[in-house]
């Protein structure tokens, strides 16, 4: 079946929705995603959304910008994250007119809360005095991302979207050099359906399924990274994944920063606050990759607190806080603590460990979401990516928490007018290629007659465990190596696969077997692109290469997948505006 539709928006997180809010009549918005649009993953995202609202104490988006650029240790683009922070004022006020529920003051304005690594001069006349935590995360509850998901939808509906939920997408259609539609599965029937459009935006979200230990929801598993690989365009920087500090021991369920905005503490089995140590003016509110790290050198030098199965973790302590605050403040994750550990934050020191949480790198963009392809940023006509999958870049090497949120709303709403610029100045519809359906077609068919052959669930977990072990956060050349085999090891088993169902109505097992694909391609760019960069550099860390190495190394990856070889790298310069690189020290 062919359907045609002005723009067709893949994914509905935070990222698509807002960009869907911005298509109006006369044109066609047609919004695809593999879950129910309320199930993605911005509906999980817990502390926050920055802005430098100065509601609770003084602040001002430069000082935000400058939190952002060296959060990312200098690789994020400068002039993208002046547009983000200086735009995220605004964007907040937009959300709550919107009718985004946001958590209050007494005086009834949007209350604000820290966060790791966003910090204000201590004399705000005096820019170069020592800087301190700052309170600048906006947040409903621990709930943010599902009011602003909520809020979106609402908003999305009223725009006359056409919503194919539960449409798994598989392939990205190209022609006469431009993106003219994508392919998708129809996961109640598997029928396959083809959309053929003017503009396409993949909003599909992060890959953190690719790890064993992951905050993300089961549907990371990077399909959009992968599909827009296959096809020839790049990755950009896809060697910096996010791993968050605080994962629920053992599950990775995530505990938002928000409990050590709020005073929470991490210990070692000594009782000591070791982040004092490694980050002595701003301690637990140090960015992220900064105390995964941490953690992990506590537990390697002995001081990890045992688990009866030999292993290690970190406890997070909350039990100095009132009650009242936890109750209120932080009821999701201390619900999670309760429920899935059987450990009452109120009392006793939750157990956490390090979790793959984001993907900093990502289908390179300009800053209003067009999708470029080579080194001088040349867009590809129709193709647009915005959120997690996309890579602005904003983030750069780390992201700061509270940031992502941001992103979705600032740069999908800018991709959302990108498209309809594109749209008012006359874009036609390009006619589909020639047996659009067909690689789609292809899989399918091959997994419906696989036999005898090995089950998706064992790849998958070789790959996720492989992953941890070899390009998590510590990496060599000797580890990474060892990843990029078994890669291929995996990718032939991959090629004798199997599945059981060989039905049509909800073919869970055949879905998976395609993401697994995905995970596989997407894996592969990350490990490449680590093996590439012989430096250290926020969420990156070699230690073979201990150290940054802005002579080498300030600039951006960006890698071309090439059939049965090892991807192609090239580079691409970092936007640099007004902060010059220098240590990274909190
Ligand atoms: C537990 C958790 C807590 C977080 N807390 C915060 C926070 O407090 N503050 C903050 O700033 N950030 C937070 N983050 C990060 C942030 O939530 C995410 O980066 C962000 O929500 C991603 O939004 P997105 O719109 O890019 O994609 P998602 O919300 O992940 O949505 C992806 C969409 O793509 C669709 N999709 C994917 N593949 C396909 C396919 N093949 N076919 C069809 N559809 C597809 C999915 O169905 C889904 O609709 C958190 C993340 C997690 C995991």
Known sequence: ???????????????????????????????????????????????????????????????????????????????????????????????????????????????????????????????????????????????????????????????????????????????????????????????????????????????????????????????????????????????????????????????????????????????????????????????????????????????????????????LDLTHLPEEVINKKLPEITGFARTYLGVDPVKEWIPVQPTCHYAMGGIPTDNDGRVVIDENNTPIPGFYAAGEAACVSVHGANRLGTNSLLDLIVFGRRAGKAIMEFLNSGAEFIPLPKDAAEWTESQIQWLLSSQNGERVAHIRSDLQKAMMEYAGVFRTEESLQKMASILSELRERYSKVAIDDKGKQFNTDLIEALELRNLLDTAEAVVYGALNRTESRGAHYREDYPKRDDDNWLKHTLLYYRENQAPEIKYKPVRITKYQPMERKY
């Open 1 to 315: 079946m062919v359907h045609q539709y002005d723009v067709v928006i893949v994914g509905s997180g935070g990222a698509g929705l807002r960009a869907a809010v911005e298509i109006k009549p006369p044109y066609t918005c047609a919004v695809l995603s593999k879950v129910h649009p309320l199930r993605s993953h911005t509906g999980a995202a817990q502390g926050g959304v920055s802005a430098a609202l100065a509601n609770e104490e003084e602040d001002s988006w430069e000082w935000h910008a400058f939190d952002t650029v060296k959060g990312s240790d200098y690789l994020g683009d400068q002039d993208a994250i002046e547009i983000m922070c200086q735009d995220a004022i605004r964007a907040i006020i937009e959300l709550e007119h919107m009718g985004m529920p946001f958590s209050r003051r007494n005086d009834g304005k949007i209350a604000q809360r820290n966060f790791g690594g966003h910090t204000r001069p201590e004399n705000p006349s005096d820019p170069n005095s020592r800087r301190i935590p700052v309170k600048r995360a906006c947040y409903s509850a621990d709930r943010t991302g599902h009011v602003m998901l909520h809020t979106l939808y609402e908003n999305a509906i009223k725009n006359n979207v056409r919503f194919f939920s539960e449409f798994f997408v598989t392939d990205l259609l190209l022609n006469q050099g431009a993106v003219v539609g994508v392919v998708a599965i129809d996961l109640m029937t598997q029928e396959i359906h083809v959309f053929h459009a003017k503009a396409v935006l993949f909003a599909t979200g992060g890959y953190g399924r690719i790890y064993q230990v992951t905050s993300n929801a089961h549907a990371g598993t990077g399909d959009g990274f992968a599909i827009t690989y296959r096809r020839g365009i790049p990755l950009e920087d896809m060697e910096f994944v996010q791993f968050h500090p605080t994962g629920l021991y053992k599950l990775g369920i995530l505990v938002s920063e928000a409990a050590r905005g709020e005073g929470g503490i991490l210990r070692n089995r000594l009782g000591e606050r070791f982040m004092e140590r490694y980050a002595p003016t701003v301690k637990d509110l140090a960015p992220r990759d900064m105390v995964s790290r941490a953690m992990l050198m506590e537990i390697r030098e002995g001081r990890g607190i045992p688990a009866p199965d030999g292993s290690s973790y970190i406890g």
